[in-house]
Each structure stands twice: as C-alpha cells, then as structure tokens.
C-alpha cells in the first residue's frame, strides 16, 4: 500500500536538482504512477534509458533469471552474459572489441583514455580530442570537459586539458583546431542535450573521410542516440559510415547502470591495469542487455521506430501549424519542438501538474521542448501526448 505524501520524509537525500513532491512508486509501459496514484504519461522515460517503456516483461524474466544463477563472479573471471552480449554487439556493428561499463559517462571515461591511449602508440603523444560546441558527454571531470555545455568550462575548474571545441555541421572549424596534438575526433551524431541537433549526413560522411586521410580517429558518442532510438540499431548506421570507437548507455540497460565502450580490432589497445571497474561486465546487468538488444533486433522493430518517429514529427509538426511555433527536429524517437519563445520550462511544470493524468517531457533550452518516449510506445499514446500538449499550449503560447 502506498505510503501518503506526507509521511514520505526525503531529507537525507542530496540535493542535486529541484524535485516535484511526488514520489514515483509504479510503471508499466509508457506510463508511470505515483504514490498518490496519479498516473504520468512518461515520453522522458528515464532521459531516454528505458528504451522498452516500463516494466518490460523480457527483461524482468532476464534479470529473475540471472538473479538465481549468478550475480557477481568479480570482473576479473569471464561470465556467461558479458560474452553473450559482446557477442551481439559485434555482430551487429562495425566493431570487434567490446568493455562494458555502468554508465555513459564512464563509456566515454573510457573512449578518452583509449584514444589517447592509441595517440601514445601511433602519433607521438597525440591526445587531443575535438569535441563540439553544445554537446553533451557526461558529469566527470574529463567527460564535463570534453562537453560543450555552457557554463562547464568553470563550474569545477580547473577544466582536463585536451578537448578544442568545433561547430557541429561544419567541417571547416574543425579543420581549424586539427594539429599534430590532435588523435581523435568525439561527437555525438544527434546531441541530445543541446537541443536535439542531428548531425546532416554530408558532414557525418565528409568528417569520417577527412579524419582518416589525417590519420584520426573518430568517436561517436550513442550513449543517447543509440540501441534503436534513431531507427537504426546504432545511430552512425544512418549515415553509411565506421567510426573507430563508439559508446553506449542510457537504452542498451533499458533502465539497469549498464554501457559500453566498442572498438575495432586495429585501435583496441588496453593491455592490462590500462582500463577496469568492480562491476564492469557485471552478468545481472548484461543479462538484461541481451534481452534488450534482443527485442531490439525482432523483426521489424526498428521499421516500427522509424514508422512511430515518423507519426510524432506528423502531429508535432501540426502543433506547429495550429500555434505558429517555430518547427521540430530530430531523428526517429528523439525529437524535438522549438517554441520560439522560452515556455519549455513552464510547459514542463504544467504537463506534470495537469488533471486527472500528468504528462513527462523535458525542456533542456528554454525554447524548446524534447521527446524520449519508449521504442514500442503506441500510436495512440503518441497522439495522446500531443493533444495534452495542445491544451496546454492553448492556455499559454
């Protein structure tokens, strides 16, 4: 029986971020409950981790299933899962090599210290990294420096050396940062953070060609726009190209800490005491994984995804219309709707509020409102999301 709200006491948790005063207790599919029994349609879906809605019943039977036979062996002995799952990430991509981690930011920890790892061996020392303006890559040290995010560089100075910054889409200033320090190029092929920004497919294939006549290696970061959330298995696929590293999170655990950092046979150069982690491999949660990647590679799912992004930008593109808002973008279920006036935040905090049932989305500028709903979300939940956002958007736009 659910607790009532007032006697629910969270003090001893850290303030990291502002909190509604609910506490989420339930969730099935694309919906979640609170403790009040309020239910939320959920199209945030965890920043885009639960890539199978709530409650997924294959992964649960994963999870039950591992949880019986073993749960932590230690990293330093082989587990069945770590090799089923590394199995299924190369068969299905471009790389041979795979390190799990518990987090994207800690896969991208990874892909640092790899490429420069391989700048050591191959280019002298090389160990800058090209990053772009207004991405995102994560909340370590490292990883907040290599991001783009405004404000970042002085948050918790001083910033890690190393990450020159360049304009997404265009391949001259990029050009312009490139010196004999430079070993790799890391970017997000949809930065998702920055307002969901799709890198165009002439620069993605412009890039790739430039950075191998340079001899650098180039980093896509899918910790977002990963395992099924473009329509593609994994985003780079969209664009005809093979980067050398790639990183995942958020969906490949549908919900459990799991990432991974993949690279080829030719840059996967960690010798021993070089990369680690108590959990990393961990058979619970790769057991999950499998079950996502799994469902993911059903038979026509990720026609489904693309099928489901394509519905959303047809009626967010009519909210578009009917409100003289400024437009959408995005690719497959990461998308976005560009106010052209900055109520994204206020339009966050009245879709939570609404009645009888709230609504989850998310505003990360402003002026603009960004959706990561459930890979298998319905049709109908899709339109329905977009008629409590054409309420709201009739009492304030």
Known sequence: MNKPLQT?????????????????????????????????????????????????????????????????PSPAFYNEPMIGLSNLLTENSCFNKVFFANSGAEANEGAIKLARKWGQLNKSGAFEIITFDHSFHGRTLATMSASGKPNWDTMFAPQVAGFPKADLNDL???????TDKTVAVMLEPVQGEGGVIPAT??????????????????????????CGRTG???????????????TLGKGIGGGVPLAALLATDAVACFVP???????????????????????????????????????LKSELLKLCAEFNLEGERGEGLLRALMLGKDIGPK???????????????????????????????????????????????KDIA
Not at 232 to 246: K, R, T, V
Not at 362 to 388: G, H, K, T, W, Y
Request: charged share 20%; glycine share 8%.
């Open 8 to 72: 629910i006491d969270t003090h001893s948790v850290m303030f990291i971020t502002p909190r509604p005063e609910v506490v989420m207790v339930e969730g099935k599919g694309s919906w979640l409950t609170d403790n009040n029994g309020k239910r939320y349609l959920d199209f945030l879906q965890g920043w885009a981790v639960n890539c199978l809605g709530h409650g997924n019943p294959g992964m649960i039977e994963a999870l039950n299933a591992q949880a019986k036979k073993l749960i932590n």
């Open 172 to 178: 001259e200033s990029v050009k312009k940062l490139v």
């Open 201 to 226: 497919p002439e620069f993605m294939r412009e890039l790739r060609k430039f950075t191998k006549e340079n001899n650098i290696l180039l980093i896509a970061d899918e910790v977002q726009a990963g």
């Open 232 to 246: 593609a298995l994994f985003a780079y696929q969209n664009y005809g190209i093979e980067p050398d590293i790639m």
């Open 273 to 311: 005491g070089d990369q680690g982690g108590t959990y990393n491999g961990n058979p619970l949660m790769t057991a999950v994984g499998i079950s996502v990647i799994e469902q993911l590679l059903a038979p026509g799912f990720l026609d489904s995804v693309k099928a489901k992004g394509a519905l």
């Open 347 to 393: 339009l966050v905090e009245l879709a939570r509020d609404r009645s009888p049932e709230g609504l989850l989305i998310n505003s990360p500028r402003p002026n603009l409102l960004r959706f990561m709903p459930a890979l298998n979300v319905s049709d109908d939940e899709i339109r329905q999301m977009c008629n409590m956002l054409r309420e709201l958007l």
